[in-house]
C-alpha cells in the first residue's frame, strides 16, 4: 500500500512539473511580446527549462 502511495504521488508531481514548466514557458513568451524581456532572455530560459526537463526525464 505505501509503495503504490508513493508511486502515485511521485506521478503527481511529475505531472505538476510539467504543468508548472508550460505555464512558466507561456509567461516567459507572453512577457517577450510586451516587452518585459530580451529575446536572449527568453532563449536563456527557454534552454533552462530544456535542461530541467532532461534532468527529470531520466
Do not use: D
Not at 505538476?16 to 512558466?24: D, N
Not at 509567461?27 to 527529470?56: C, D, N, P, S
Amino acid at each position: 500500500m505505501s509503495e503504490l502511495l508513493g508511486a502515485i504521488l511521485t506521478l503527481l508531481l511529475f505531472f505538476l512539473a510539467g504543468i508548472c514548466t508550460q505555464l512558466f514557458n507561456a509567461w516567459a513568451i507572453a512577457y517577450k511580446r510586451r516587452g518585459y524581456i530580451t529575446k536572449k532572455q527568453l532563449r536563456k530560459i527557454e534552454k533552462w527549462l530544456e535542461v530541467m526537463e532532461a534532468e527529470h526525464g531520466r
